[in-house]
């Protein structure tokens, strides 16, 4: 079975509960009573299924997990979650973090869950497209899905819009917005500006006149239509307003491209000082769970 071949029809193939000839076997490591097999559901322990680790979802909504947590009191699990096993009685979550999360928060023990047996590169491609596909990302997050989806799986951006399901101009409009500077994808994360609001700003190419743009749009409130009013203006009379003063700050033109490449990959501004042999590399954080979260980016 070649990966390509399991992978080409997206997260359908590697999730689908018929059997096929190329379906993904469980990885059954000891022998047990009752084997597990793809297409069953077993109920499994609680306490031997730990996290995804390459969960691209960075924030939970905490009143929305109590409020799937108080269904699942009333209902029980209806949708099983997916895993794939380590070793005996030890699993790993492949999908159906919220599941996952709010059992723990109603207080079950054991949680029905499909057996798959996947790589690392496998989880990855999982973990990103069932979050594409099944929950409600904010553009940065999608954004950032995309590139690593591109870069950790090789995929190219044809490939990707049919895992993905989208065509190659929106995939390509989502990974446009990591070019942006972080203050406006950090703002685009937090809902504080639109996708439209994005995708106008970033037709303007000078870094410089896109910040200009993006401070109109806060101080002003302007709607999409008038940003994209004001980033032909730009564009047709090739303005450019005074460049911030980076430069007497020593913030080198690699130096900034290093902070927008960390405040993408960290999901908040990170600051990089540096005089060219020393330095130092701030990452703040918001709360203890933001730095929780940083921690889990860092593996520390």
Not at 218 to 235: G, N
């Amino acid at each position: 079975m070649s990966k390509k071949k399991a992978l080409g029809r997206g997260l359908s193939a590697l999730l689908s509960d018929t059997p096929t000839e190329d379906k993904l076997e469980v990885d059954v490591v000891a022998p047990v009573a009752l084997p597990e097999s793809n297409g069953s559901i077993n109920e499994i322990s609680i306490n031997e299924i730990e996290t995804n680790p390459f969960q691209p979802r960075q924030h939970f909504d905490q009143e929305a997990l109590k409020e799937l947590s108080e269904s699942i009191q009333v209902h029980g699990i209806i949708q099983p979650i997916t895993v794939r096993k380590l070793a005996r009685n030890q699993y790993q979550l492949i999908s159906g973090e919220r599941r996952f999360q709010a059992s723990k928060l109603a207080g079950l023990t054991s949680i029905p869950a499909y057996v798959r047996s996947a790589d690392d590169q496998q989880m990855l491609e999982m973990a990103l497209i069932e979050n594409i596909q099944r929950e409600n990302l904010n553009p940065i997050e999608i954004s950032l899905s995309y590139q690593r989806l591109i870069t950790e799986c090789n995929l190219k951006q044809e490939e990707l819009g049919e895992r993905v399901g989208k065509n190659r101009s929106t995939v390509t409009n989502y990974l446009r917005l990591l070019k942006l500077p972080p203050d406006i994808q950090i703002a685009l994360r937090d809902n504080k500006i639109s996708m439209g609001h994005a995708r106008a700003i970033i037709n303007v190419d000078n870094p410089d006149s896109q910040l200009f743009i993006f401070k109109k749009i806060l101080a002003e409130d302007l709607s999409v239509r008038k940003v994209e009013e004001l980033a032909r203006e730009l564009l047709s009379k090739k303005q450019t307003p005074e460049p911030a003063k980076t430069e007497a700050n020593g913030v080198t033109k690699e130096i900034n491209n290093l902070q927008s490449r960390l405040s993408s990959h960290f999901g908040t501004k990170v600051s990089v000082k540096s005089d060219g042999k020393r330095g130092d590399i701030r990452i703040p954080f918001l709360s203890i769970e933001d730095l929780n979260r940083i921690l889990d980016i860092l593996k520390v």
